[in-house]
């Protein structure tokens, strides 16, 4: 069972600022802000919800197939993957831009100030016949709005089943874009924060979205989370890391577990299980990409936490 994965691959520049934004502010002042930060730390980091997903599932022992774009810049992300043996024959380059980038600073409190520049992301293109070669399901994460909107039309034209994670895109697609993602996807991944956004600003209810041939996953952060079907609720909850290091892209290496469970055709409690463990890994490193757990301590952790041998 192939799966393909679609969305941003960017680099993460992260600052930590060791005082407080809101002693920055002054609340006469909002309208016209002119800040800097002095930040304490610099660190980058291979990221893009979409090379986030595909390291985790690489991680739990699948094969993910990534589509993707890269810029001018995107040597050291291609070279990164192809060393995880992920599979990037569909990660193309677009030579007049840069590779999307986030920049991201956090202050002593774990406040977040993030500015994005899609850059290639903007570019990706519908999968082609070669890139759907033996694909059985496909993964739509956030990336470019219209290139999201013509996979999943893609997808259904074909038959392909589809999850649907719009993460930060929730907010930029229009409610019918939305909606006709949603009802046309086996799987709806999204936060307790999205799943409210789609409710109260775009008329998506639960009640709408979770039908006999469609769940949702509604991931709740420390709290674990919780997979409706029409037929009950299943709660997974959070397997505790060693520590934590980072929590940015925690959701995204959950995804990816999850997809190695699809993959493997196993039901959805034992997938989002998989998530679980593996997301717990992800915390006890920064950035969405610098963990690297073998199988053995993947399955050492998911006998310890779950009581059965590990599937993947």
Not at 21 to 49: I, K, Q, V
Not at 60 to 70: I, Q
Not at 248 to 253: I, S
Not at 290 to 310: F, H, K, N, Q
Request: charge should be negative; aromatic fraction near 8%.
């Amino acid at each position: 069972m192939a799966i393909l994965i679609s969305g941003s691959v960017a680099y993460d520049s992260v600052c930590s600022y060791s005082g407080r934004f809101d002693e920055m502010l002054l609340p006469d002042e909002l309208s016209h802000l002119n800040l800097t930060f002095l930040a304490d730390t610099l660190e980058r980091y291979f990221g893009g919800c979409a090379g986030n997903i595909a390291w985790a599932m690489k991680a739990a022992g699948g094969s993910p197939r990534l589509l993707a774009m890269l810029g001018k810049d995107g040597n050291a992300y291609r070279d990164h993957l192809d060393k995880a043996g992920i599979d990037s024959r569909f990660v193309k380059d677009a030579p007049d831009e840069w590779t999307a980038q986030a920049f991201i600073t956090t202050d002593s409190l774990g406040n977040q100030l993030t500015t994005f520049h899609a850059g290639a992301m903007n570019l990706l293109q519908v999968p082609d016949r070669e890139a759907l070669s033996g694909v059985t399901a496909a993964h739509i994460a956030p990336g470019g709005l219209r290139s999201m909107v013509s996979q999943g039309e893609l997808y259904r034209k074909l038959g392909i089943p589809y999850v649907f994670d719009p993460g930060q895109a929730t907010s930029q697609l229009s409610p019918a874009a939305l909606k006709e993602l949603s009802l046309g996807s086996m799987l709806i991944c999204v936060s307790e924060y999205e799943e409210k956004l789609l409710a109260d600003r775009k008329g998506l209810e639960r009640k709408q979205l979770v039908t006999p041939s469609r769940s949702l996953l509604v991931t709740r952060g420390g709290e674990g989370s919780v997979i409706y079907t029409a037929e009950r609720e299943i709660r997974i909850p959070a397997v505790q890391p060693l520590r934590i290091a980072d929590p940015v892209g925690a959701g995204d290496a959950y995804r990816g577990g999850l997809l190695r469970g699809l993959e493997l055709g196993l039901p959805l409690e034992t997938c989002g299980r998989i998530g679980s463990t593996i997301a717990s890994f992800k915390l006890e490193a920064p950035g969405g990409q610098a963990y690297s757990p073998s199988l053995s301590d993947i399955a050492a952790r998911y006998r310890m936490v779950w009581g059965e041998t590990y599937p993947g």
